[in-house]
């Protein structure tokens, strides 16, 4: 939902 | 069981030293880490490196066949596509369970029966992240200097108690750490003030704290990585005010490392 980050935003991913 | 809760299917890569499992919820908000590494095994053997991709719901399913006093054995040959379990089978009962392979680390030559190619469709959700996080989470007695600016330790059932009956009140939970205290406090609608009423600490809380942070996040995850609770007596809540929270249980053969993506605009 709108107000929740995602992890991808934190995560570096390969 | 508690990874179940949050991802259907995963890949456990095996090696010599260790299972490991890592994976995201379908969201993308929560990621599971877990960790048993080979001497928590009565005995352990693995010739090749490969992952065991398996659907996680039914092996639970299988799992709970186990009786507590059994011993399981989980063996996949080199080339197999099933994960064999069996349970004591000195026992009258003997219980070999073959478990269909959601995905074998099978280079792309071999030609993949059509099953295969669906579940290496699944594959992108479970190409294992680089967690930036992950050498920040020395998940020992060592308190992790430059790397979360906060580390709460609580008797495990506490927290599970806390995050269950703050759900059944509310859908978000902001943690707030500062020196001496760690406030858990439901958020109330934004027309009323935060709620008052806090959990009482209980004891045996350990508050290390670098610098005050406070973050909000949906209680229903926390609320499913409540159920490793079992398998330690205490958890970690580590905290950095732009980071995920890692809760992390660790047992005597590994660790389940749980992330949780904060709610955005505090």
Known sequence: NSNQFQLDHFFSSP | ?266
Not at chain 2, 251 to 259: D, E, K, L, P
Request: glycine letters at 4%; charged letters at 20%; hydrophobic letters at 40%.
């Open chain 2, 1 to 266: 069981k508690s990874c179940s809760i949050l991802v259907t299917d995963a890949n456990f890569e095996c090696n010599e030293e260790n299972i490991m499992l890592q994976a995201m919820d379908n969201s993308h908000i929560a990621l599971v880490s877990v960790e048993i590494g080979a001497p928590g095994f009565t005995s352990y053997r693995c010739d090749r490196t490969m992952p065991l991709g398996v659907d996680l719901t039914s092996l639970t399913k299988v799992l709970r066949c186990a009786k507590d006093e059994n011993i399981c054995t989980l063996k996949a040959a080199d080339e197999a596509d099933v994960l064999n379990l069996v349970y004591d089978a000195k026992s009258a009962f003997f219980s070999p369970f073959f478990f269909a392979f959601m995905w074998h680390g099978r280079d792309a030559s071999s030609p993949f029966p059509p099953f295969f190619l669906l579940c290496s469709a699944l594959l992108p959700l479970f190409i294992h992240l680089n967690i930036s996080l992950s050498s920040q989470t020395p998940i020992t007695s060592s308190w992790p200097e430059t790397k979360y600016d906060t580390r709460v330790t609580l008797p495990s059932a506490e927290f599970t108690r806390i995050v269950r009956d703050l759900s059944q009140l509310g859908e978000h939970v902001r943690i707030e750490v500062s020196k001496e205290v760690v406030r858990i406090s439901k958020l109330k609608a934004k027309s009323s003030a935060e709620d008052e009423d806090n959990d009482s600490i209980p004891t045996g809380v350990v508050i290390e704290m670098n610098q005050h942070v406070s973050l909000t996040f949906s209680l229903k995850y926390l609320v499913n990585f409540s159920k490793s609770g079992s398998l330690s007596g205490e958890v970690q809540l580590l905290m950095s005010n732009d980071v995920p929270l890692l809760v992390a249980y660790d047992f005597t053969q590994g660790y389940i490392r749980c992330y949780l993506a904060p709610k955005i605009g505090d």
